[in-house]
């Protein structure tokens, strides 16, 4: 019946502490303030939000669109905002036609304005069509937020808030993703609409 006790407190124990972490440190947390700050400027001018990943990220991604776009707290109008891998069809044929790393990036050309945000969400911040996509997102003038792990990866230097959670597991960085996402959710539908 206890088999397992010992790796579920350590689990729950190394994800409280990477949020202790993030709870101590006043750059991390007045990183989220300046991504909150960011999104809400890009809302208020008739701006969008964009999120991308891959895998977990992804899911995460696209969750976080859909507690913009739908509704997190209050009841109010929906709030712009699309994960960019929900399109199959367009990812299968530019991931056939130009190779996977094109994926985000060519959507972004065709649908994101100046003035957008994107957030990328990498737990490396290596992936090849995330950072494609961060550098579209900067020859177009779209505000960029990263999620990453303790490094940034080559996210680093690319975007105009980092926020890369104090952990290299890659579970403990993703529940750490969530949160951060949640609370950006959460003040940007205060901001708006509170």
């Known amino acids: 019946m206890e088999k397992h006790l010992f790796d579920i407190k350590r689990a729950i124990d190394d994800s409280i502490v990477t949020k202790q972490f993030i709870l101590n440190d006043k750059l ?23 999120f991308a990943g891959n895998g977990g990220s992804a899911a995460d991604a696209q969750h976080l669109a859909a507690e913009l776009s739908g509704r997190f707290y209050l009841d109010r109008q929906s709030i712009p905002a699309e994960a960019l891998h929900v399109n199959t069809s367009f990812m299968t044929a530019v991931a056939n036609d130009y190779g996977y790393e094109k994926v985000y990036s060519r959507l972004l050309q065709g649908c994101a304005r100046q003035g957008d945000v994107l957030v990328a969400i990498s737990t490396s911040g290596n992936s090849k069509n995330i ?7 900067n020859a177009m003038h779209l505000r ?30 993703q529940e750490c993703h969530i949160l951060i996402g949640h609370i950006l959710c959460e003040n940007i539908e205060k901001e708006l609409f509170g």
């Open 28 to 50: 991390f947390l007045g990183g989220i303030d300046n991504a909150i700050a960011l999104c809400v400027d890009a809302l208020r001018k008739g701006g969008k939000i964009w």
């Open 131 to 137: 950072l494609e996509a961060v550098k579209t997102a």
């Open 144 to 173: 960029v937020i990263a999620l990453t792990g303790k490094t940034g990866g080559a996210l680093e230097g690319k975007c105009d808030v980092l926020l890369n959670v104090p952990s290299n597991d890659t579970p403990r960085i």
